[in-house]
């Protein structure tokens, strides 16, 4: 990815952000988060509202995340994991997702049973 790409798809919406991460992920079939030696990265709002971070692809979770929270590295996360393991959890533990985080951590927040069904949609135009 050049820089040009980079900053140009950071500086979109949160809600154009959100569709790019969907059609990315659906098409490769993984995306990313982060984490350090104490687990995954799990911010919560001021508002007490518990979510977690993900993006398409681990420049931008790496760059953005080292601006904010140094220490945590991209994990690669497979798109299918993510859709029978970890969507269902977050589901249960009303933790919501932050969908492509940019420079400003400023994010597009989804249910994780929307997201699932928005990725299950989009994937299977893939198939």
Known sequence: MNPQQFDAVLALSSADRSSHFVGKVADWEQLWGVK????WLVPITPEDLEY??????PEYAQKIVDEHFPGHHAVEIPLE???SH???AFEADNVKVAV????EWVF???????LAQCLRDEAAQYE
């Open 108 to 114: 597009w927040v989804m249910e994780p049973a929307d």
């Open 100 to 103: 492509f985080p940019n420079k």
């Open 81 to 83: 994991e993510f859709l």
């Open 86 to 88: 970890w969507l269902p």
């Open 52 to 57: 977690f971070p993900v993006w398409p692809h």
């Open 36 to 39: 350090n030696d104490l687990g």
